[in-house]
């Protein structure tokens, strides 16, 4: 019976790992023409200051809308595209689209967009190029954009994606280290790049709620980040309970359900009156 559960378990695990491949076959080569056909767009997600509960930015996701898949989530489709390359025009997309949307908003508002990078769009100059060219065409100062890469990929840059983040810092863009916390135990690299605003993952916000110890690690990190100079944000945040423990522990900014799903541009407008 038990090799008979396990002959079942099996069958499961193999349709499941078919799927996934199947599913990896047509992003590797949809994801190129998905752009032209109109199949991406950006939602939001506000970022909130927990002094006054005010908006600071916008962090842009993308998201996917497949005719046959429905929505592929960008977890699948960004890695896939930063093994095949895509990223770099798809990024480029990600980027002008942010802005173009976003700039009337911003003109009008004390508010910023931030934008995920990925290592691999920090390879060449054209990056920088394109990025000071799509702000000067919309009069947008550099300084109301963040851009936030992950610790993962921090930990792991070459010395040229560096070069191009103090480049973007120079020219007075933001910077954010995302989803910090998730696996490395190294800290060094926190004093050897231009980081403005530390992003503490979701996991270790949820884990504050099961041990008492964690909401110390929690508080440690915030001290961390303030005595380096940067802001913090928390992500995930999704219960009152969170948002106030993070407010008496003086996390300056939340990210999460608890204020607002990732939503279209258009609900976000009317709902925060920007
Ligand atoms: P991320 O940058 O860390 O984005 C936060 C993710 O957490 C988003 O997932 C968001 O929808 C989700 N989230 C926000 N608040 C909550 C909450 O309260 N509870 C829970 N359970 N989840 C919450 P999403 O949109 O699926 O994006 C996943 C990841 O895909 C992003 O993680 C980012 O690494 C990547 N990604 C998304 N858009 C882009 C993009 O335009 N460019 C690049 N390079 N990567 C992107
Ligand atoms: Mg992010
Ligand atoms: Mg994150
Ligand atoms: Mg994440």
Redesign the pocket.
């Known amino acids: 019976n038990l090799a008979k559960e396990k002959e079942r378990e099996f069958y499961l695990y193999s349709k499941e790992v078919a799927k996934q491949f199947e599913v990896g076959l047509i992003v590797r080569e949809q994801l190129p023409s998905a752009i032209e056909k109109g199949q991406l767009y950006l939602l939001y997600?506000p970022i909130v200051s927990t002094r006054d509960v005010r908006v600071r930015e916008l962090?842009?996701?993308?998201r996917w809308n497949h005719p046959e898949l429905g929505n592929i989530?960008?977890?699948l489709f960004?890695s896939v595209a930063e093994r095949t390359g895509d990223?770099v025009r798809l990024?480029e997309w990600?980027l002008r689209k942010a802005v173009r949307e976003c700039s009337e908003l911003i003109k009008r508002n004390p508010v910023g967009i931030s934008?995920?990078?990925?290592a691999k769009q920090l390879k060449e100059d054209e990056f920088l190029e394109i990025i000071e060219a799509v702000v000067s065409e919309y009069g947008i100062p550099t300084g109301r954009i963040q851009f936030?890469i992950?610790e993962r990929e921090l930990v792991e840059a070459t010395a040229e994606n560096i070069n191009i983040l103090v480049k973007l810092k120079d020219k007075g863009f933001s910077i954010a280290i995302?989803?910090f916390g998730t696996g490395y135990s190294s800290l060094s690299y926190l004093t050897k790049f231009p980081i403005d605003t530390l992003k503490i993952d979701?996991e270790i916000i949820r884990s504050m709620e099961e041990n008492l110890r964690n909401v110390d690690l929690v508080a440690a990190i915030i001290e961390m980040a303030h005595t380096l100079g940067m802001d913090v944000i928390a992500?995930?945040?999704?219960t009152e309970k969170e948002f106030q423990t993070l407010r008496l522990l003086r996390c300056d900014f939340v990210?999460?359900?608890?204020f607002s799903?990732?939503a279209k541009l258009e609900e976000l407008r009317a709902m925060l009156s920007l």
């Open positions: 997600q962090e842009a996701l993308v989530p960008p977890s960004i990223i990024g990600i934008i995920n990078l990925s936030e992950t995302d989803d979701m992500e995930g945040v999704e990210q999460g359900y608890y799903p990732p």
